[in-house]
């Protein structure tokens, strides 16, 4: 009984810290891509001559490759080949906008796959979205 009730512990312990690990990504250094869906304002310290387009570029690259679908892209008429943009809750015209964001002021990155994103914002949104989030 005794071997059973410390084995019960040990292992409530190690599923604890697991869990707390899991809900806490702590402080990801720069290029470590803690989060394959996220960058933050602490990545993005290192990097103060960047603009938030340049910062996608080295730091997730695969958002901006995110599902290159031409075929659609042709068929819409639009240019779907690219992710869309969203800055502070308000979509951007183009990819493009983002490269006049100087990292220092942005607070976070997120990106949204095509299913999260056409679930959340409608139908265009094939290839993803990402949202940007400004400190001011």
């Known amino acids: 009984m005794r071997s059973y009730r410390a084995g019960f512990i040990l292992f409530s312990l190690v599923l604890f810290v697991g869990f707390l690990s899991a809900c806490y990504p702590g402080r990801a250094t720069s290029g470590s891509g803690a989060s394959p869906n996220l960058i933050g304002n602490w990545e993005l310290r290192d990097m103060p001559d960047f603009n938030a387009l340049d910062a996608i570029r080295r730091l997730r690259p695969n958002w901006l490759r995110a599902g ?34 100087n990292v220092l002021d942005v607070r976070e990155m997120r990106y949204l796959n095509g299913t999260d994103a056409s679930t959340r914002f409608g139908t265009g949104y094939m290839n993803g979205a990402i949202l940007v989030t400004l400190e001011r």
């Open 68 to 101: 290159n679908r031409p075929a659609i892209a042709a068929a819409t008429g639009g240019n779907s080949s690219q992710p869309r943009v969203h800055l502070n809750g308000v979509p951007l015209q183009s990819l493009s906008e983002l490269e006049e964001i």
